[in-house]
């Protein structure tokens, strides 16, 4: 796959125009837990809606997530921002809903993971718009998270490329 510059957009293809009165109906109509984000360049993406449950769900009071939403790529875990980068690229060129599993900050210092099916809807001033749909916060996600933080065995998730740790439980600390 052939790399574009993500500050330059005109080589996506089948763009189309949207407009602000389109994205505020969208978030009139979409009662689920969503973001919607404007890419501006290869690592930041200005976020033009996030769903009321967003702030609570990785810690933060609504001001500190306004705050640190500005860019949306300060959120996501350094290791996993290259990841999220070509997933981001993939949509752009395909026009395809694509689901990207990442990693992001929490209030604490630790980080929760994100499974979000990510859409492109077209071109606010000249910037693609994409909406972010949220399917992470789970129950049954809580409920094996709590099961391997309570084992006595050690249990470890690795990147399988670099052999860094992803996830280690309370045993493994």
Known sequence: MEMHP???FSWIPGRKVITQASIDALIKEDPGTFALYRLTSSRTAETLYYSP?????????????DALTKEASGFILDDDVPFVENGLQTILETGQDKMLNYRVKQKDLGFVWLHTVYRYIGDLDGHPVLFASFMNN??????????LDNVKTVVFVIDHATYKILYANKAAI
């Open 6 to 8: 993500l500050n330059d």
């Open 53 to 65: 449950d967003r702030p609570a769900f990785c810690g933060y009071t609504k001001a500190e997530y």
């Open 138 to 147: 789970t129950s049954e996600t809580k409920l094996f998270t709590q099961l």
